[in-house]
């Protein structure tokens, strides 16, 4: 596992980045962007051309500065297509605009934030998928969420967890994330969030993640905008009293555009594993079936991707041993 960062799985912004870099948007490439491939297919049987063509679409949907830059550094213009390096492309690039490597490589990351967000809310000619995002008051809406669970020789080992969120309200103070375990949470070293726990009678407790200044030395209400929250939940007790683990979840209150829910095995596999969608805890299965069988990949891990889940209903992945 010492090729997996817990803090990149499964994140679609990851991916973009990782495709701007070697030959580019290719073919082969794509199939190793699994997140970009969701959002660009309507079907499996979608080729490799239709999805390209989705992505062109996605990228041309942005202002011409920023669609220009993108085509340059995906490989995707005439100029760059048969270029192996990123930083070959960005030359072409400065070349074009009159501008050094590093400022096209400062461009490129608000570029991708856009695309980003034309990806997963599905706002561009021939996305596969719109969908109608309700006007959010006095609220925030979740472009992108990822959960990664570590389970090693049956017990857990801690969970990862990303936001990237739009803040609708001017002045919001903190973010407030619910779970019905115990665990110590740790916010991302260098992030912009720091956590207060609470416990919640009967349910748990509420990680309130207060906004930090950009000097990270007090707290700061948000503006409104897009933030990136990043942390990692440690088990309190990680010794031999801990309990083998069969269930990883999570519930969705506020509307969620795209999320990932992964389980990594290390040591021991299970015996058998499904996934549920959007369901109470009293209806959630209890065992595989034809319908929500899944299987782990190469790398030991289990996957469960979703689009446009809110409700507070639960999705995830369970397992027996």
């Known amino acids: 596992m010492a090729d997996l960062d817990p803090d990149d799985a499964a994140s679609l912004a990851g991916e973009l980045a990782w495709l701007r870099k070697n030959e580019g948007f290719t073919q082969r490439r794509l199939y190793k962007a699994a997140i970009v491939d969701e959002v660009l297919r309507r079907s499996l049987d979608d080729t490799y051309e239709r999805l390209k063509s989705r992505f062109l679409s996605a990228i041309y949907s942005l202002p011409d500065d920023e669609a220009s830059l993108l085509l340059d550094v995906f490989a995707l213009s005439e100029e760059t297509e048969t270029t192996n390096s990123i930083l070959e492309r960005r030359k072409v690039h400065g070349v074009r605009i009159g501008r050094g490597t590093e400022t096209v490589a400062d461009r490129e990351e608000p570029a991708l934030k856009h695309l980003h967000s034309r990806l997963v809310t599905g706002t561009y000619p021939q996305s596969p998928l719109v969908l109608h995002v309700p006007e959010m008051h006095g609220g925030i809406i979740y472009e992108a969420a990822s959960t990664l669970i570590i389970i090693e020789n049956r017990k857990w080992k801690e969970t990862c967890e990303y936001f990237r969120f739009a803040n609708m309200v001017e002045g919001l103070e903190y973010v407030t994330i619910g779970r019905s375990y115990d665990g110590w ?112 990949d190469g790398r030991g891990i289990a996957t469960l991707r979703l689009r446009d889940v809110h409700g507070g209903l639960f999705s995830g992945i369970a397992w027996s041993w």
């Open 185 to 296: 949470v740790n916010p991302h070293a260098g992030g912009d969030f720091k956590v207060n726990t609470r416990p919640v009678d009967g349910a748990g407790h509420a990680d309130h993640f207060w906004h930090l200044d950009a000097a990270r030395t007090k707290t700061e209400p948000m503006a409104k905008g897009v933030y990136d929250l990043r942390f990692t939940i440690y088990p309190e007790d990680d010794g031999e009293e801990q309990e083998a683990i069969s269930l990883g979840s999570r519930a969705f209150h506020e509307r969620t555009l795209l999320t990932t829910i992964q389980v990594v095995f290390m040591g021991d596999k299970p015996r058998s594993l499904w996934k549920f969608e959007q369901v109470s805890p009293f209806a959630r299965p209890t065992g595989a079936n034809e319908y929500n069988a899944t299987q782990l």
